[in-house]
Every structure is written in structure tokens, then in C-alpha cells.
């Protein structure tokens, strides 16, 4: 029986991982998670600089980074957390990259309200290999879609540029662990204008995981920039910055309200869905046009419906 094919021989670049001299490479020193960030880095550049046409800034807003195995497994159990202070870092990063091209009287128009990162390992990944699938607009590439992809070989260390179909990425296993959404901050300031929006800075950062089948044990992350937002369910239409939308039939539309006080410093959350338990104590549901609310600590722990958790920590 003839053996299927594997990944690279199906889009055609095997050789470019294969020793032509048949001299068993060095072993390859372990990525460390600085070159993970600047990899990161030098995609978004890459994506403005491919993209963007005109007057437009055009970029890249979900980002799969690719590892062997044996690397992804390093950077989860020696490292374990890593990823998220990489993402936090990589889109400090992009703004600032973002507010410098908007000094350049170019327009920097989002096509999406959010950023995506997914860490994720193939078996056909050698030690030491990192490679690249940027998409513009997350949750709306169609199958039968290209991809970008950017692979960097053992062989030449040299980053190879190619389009490959969505069909070929039955092979990738996607970590909840590595599952990162941070919501886009549509408010650029020119660099060198004087002016601070205080609207911009992190005042909190919320994880949940979804136990529904379509994103089974994915795992969402918000960065709150308002003073007071809504979480809400799948129903919700809206698409704004103080919107944390949690996809999950088991989240109201709305759920919850969460504003930060600036007199105290402290955070009170408010709840209009069905259940709401925080710290593991039911709070008291009220009406959407007459909240009551209750105090929510950092670190504290809140659980929708019995199902969804969301936890609140610092930015």
C-alpha cells in the first residue's frame, strides 16, 4: 500500500529540510523566547510591507507561529506562561510600529477588532524550525482560501515565502494553551504629537476558556482600556472596544458589566444573565437600566451559568 504523502512533500518544499550531504546536522540550539518575539516582529513588518498599497496601512491580524513539537513542549513546561508575555509585548510592539507609519500621514485602518495568536506544533517540524500563517481578517478566511506562509529551513536559515491551501493545515495541532485574543485599540496617537489618551492604557486583563465544541478548551483573552465594559454572549452584535464578546451560547447578551473606579482603584462588576457567581458567591442579578454592583478583587474568579469562567488579573 503507498504511503501518504507527508506535509512538506504535499507543498512541495521537502528538500528544502533534507541534508543533500547526508551529514547529520549540529544539533540545533533551543529557541529562546526572544527570538519567538522578534520572529513576531519581523512578520508584522513584513505583513506592512507586503500588504499595504496607497495611502493604507495594511497588516496581518491573526499570527500562527509554527514549532517542532519537542520545542512547543519545552517552551509549555519549562516556560509555562511565556506565550501570553510574548503576545502582550509583540502588540506593544505593533503599535508602536502602527504610530510611527501614521506619522507618515498614512492611513492605518484596522480590518479586523481583534488580535490572534496561535502557538501550535507539527510533527514533520524539525528542532530549531519556526515558520508563519498570517491572515488578515481572523474567522473569515473561506476553505478553499491560500495562505501565506513563511517557513525558515535548518538547512539555509533563510525565510521561504509561499501560499499553501487551508487543506494542508489538517496536520497542525492547535493548544489551547497557546490560544490568544486581544481586542484591537482603534485610536492611534501621531508619534511626537505631546498627547497621552489614557483610553489606551491596560487597566485589566481577563481570561476565560470555552467548553463549546466549535472551540473546545480555547482560550480568550481581553484587555480592558474603558472604564466600565460589557461582557456579553454569541448573540451580541455589537463591535466595540468596551465589548468583550465571549462566543459561548452559555453567556447572556448581556452578562455582565465591569467598570473600574477611579477614586478607589478598586473594580465592581454588575450582573444581568441568568447566574453569575463570583469568588464563588452568587451575585444579585439587576437590571440592565438599574445595575447593582458588587466588588470584583484581582485575581478574582467569576463563572457564568454554571459554565464559563472568567478570571480578572492585572495588566
Not at 496581518?60 to 508575555?85: A, S, T, W
Amino acid at each position: 500500500m503507498k504511503s501518504e504523502a507527508n506535509f512538506w512533500k504535499r507543498i512541495g518544499i521537502q528538500s528544502w529540510f533534507l541534508n543533500d550531504t547526508g551529514i547529520t546536522s549540529a544539533k540545533p540550539k533551543t529557541l529562546t523566547p526572544n527570538e519567538v518575539y522578534r520572529y513576531i516582529i519581523e512578520k508584522f513588518r513584513e505583513s506592512i510591507s507586503t500588504l499595504s498599497f496607497a495611502e493604507r496601512v495594511v497588516f496581518y491580524h491573526e499570527y500562527i507561529i509554527c514549532f517542532n513539537p519537542d520545542d512547543y513542549k519545552g517552551f509549555m513546561e519549562n516556560k509555562r506562561g511565556i506565550f501570553g508575555l510574548i503576545v502582550q509585548e509583540a502588540v506593544k510592539k505593533f503599535y508602536e510600529i502602527l504610530t510611527q507609519s501614521k506619522t507618515d500621514l498614512r492611513v492605518v485602518e484596522p480590518s479586523s477588532n481583534k488580535w490572534v495568536f496561535r502557538f501550535v506544533s507539527h510533527p514533520e517540524y524539525e528542532k530549531g524550525d519556526m515558520g508563519f500563517i498570517g491572515r488578515l481578517l481572523p474567522g473569515t478566511t473561506h476553505k478553499d482560501e491560500s495562505l501565506r506562509v513563511t517557513f525558515i529551513p535548518r538547512q539555509t536559515g533563510l525565510a521561504q515565502t509561499f501560499d499553501i491551501n487551508q487543506e494542508n493545515l489538517k496536520g497542525f495541532t492547535f493548544y489551547s494553551e497557546g490560544y490568544y485574543e486581544v481586542p484591537y485599540i482603534n485610536e492611534l496617537i501621531p508619534e511626537g504629537s505631546g498627547l497621552n489618551d489614557v483610553r489606551n492604557i491596560p487597566i485589566a486583563r481577563f481570561e476565560t476558556i470555552l467548553p463549546d465544541k466549535a472551540y473546545t478548551g480555547q482560550k480568550v483573552e481581553y484587555i480592558m482600556t474603558d472604564e466600565e465594559i460589557v461582557v456579553s454572549g454569541s448573540d451580541e452584535s455589537r463591535d466595540k472596544s468596551n465589548i468583550f464578546k465571549i462566543p459561548s451560547e452559555w453567556v447572556d447578551t448581556p452578562h455582565l458589566s465591569i467598570k473600574h473606579n477611579k477614586s478607589d482603584s478598586k473594580f465592581y462588576v454588575s450582573s444581568y444573565g441568568e447566574k453569575t457567581v463570583v469568588n464563588e458567591q452568587v451575585i444579585t442579578k439587576s437590571d440592565i437600566n438599574a445595575p447593582v454592583w458588587t466588588e470584583l478583587p484581582i485575581n478574582s474568579k467569576m463563572i457564568l451559568n454554571g459554565i464559563i469562567g472568567i478570571n480578572i488579573f492585572k495588566p
